[in-house]
């Protein structure tokens, strides 16, 4: 593992730790639109790495298909949206608008199932790393390593507000250090599901196109399921949707600018 590809797995992470850390720097709560502003931002970026930085390529990557090169894209981006359809069901969570717990019954604490809803969606945000930089490496010239580090950057940024979003609701149950500890936990897993999923990619290159449609399936059912509707509901739902499109075009740029 090189060090391009260590950098790449390790970028986003240092966003959610960045973002946790705002706990010592932030005595209250972050403001409502302020919140719904980030969560618009994050599914912005989400959408717009999932178009540019998944499924394009992956269609590109099948070019050789012809009028069938959208397979791939489609059959990895419905197994995707199912992956996560499945993790929602299986894991207890609890998303950041309070709202009923989902998932099977569980005792666990509101801050421990807070952390886990989290940890559910960064998944498949390392997971698209990881397939993004082995596809820098196995995929010719369609991926290229600038274009890898791009995603990395703008999952990092739209890491920060998240890592902020998730600790700093769980400062006064927990302490600053917890739950800056916490707010980091959280994010581990995306260098983790990087990893695994790079492994798996770089010996499996022929199914590279479906593992990058499938990583864009499942960042599409985060988005849909989770960062839409908490940033569109209630008072200043509009902050969410401007949010949305400052992220969308950031990733965009990032994407074509360093791609």
Known sequence: MNTNVLTGILIPFLGT???A???FLLRKEMNAIVQKTMLGFAA??????????????????????GKLAFIPAATGFILG???????????????????????PRSSLKKSTMLMLAVTIHNIPEGASVGIVLAGSINGGSLITMASAIALSIGIA?????????????????????KAFAMGVLSGIV???AAIVTFLLATYITPFIPYT???????????????????S????????????????FVIMMILDVALG
């Open 17 to 19: 730790s960045l973002g």
């Open 21 to 23: 850390a705002c706990v």
């Open 44 to 65: 912005g970026v989400m959408v717009a790495a999932s178009v540019w930085s998944l499924l394009i390529p992956a269609m590109n990557m099948s070019e050789h298909m």
């Open 81 to 103: 949206i199912v992956f996560l359809l499945l993790l929602d069901k299986v894991v207890p969570h609890l998303h950041l608008d309070g709202g009923e717990q989902e998932g």
């Open 157 to 177: 940024i739209q890491n920060i507000p998240e890592g902020a979003i998730i600790s700093l609701p769980l400062k006064e149950e927990v302490g600053k250090k």
């Open 190 to 192: 995306e260098p983790i």
């Open 212 to 230: 990058l449609a499938f990583a864009a399936g499942a960042m599409i059912y985060v988005v849909v399921e989770e960062l839409i509707p908490e």
């Open 232 to 247: 569109a509901s209630g008072e200043h739902s509009n902050m969410g949707t401007i949010g949305f499109a400052i992220g």
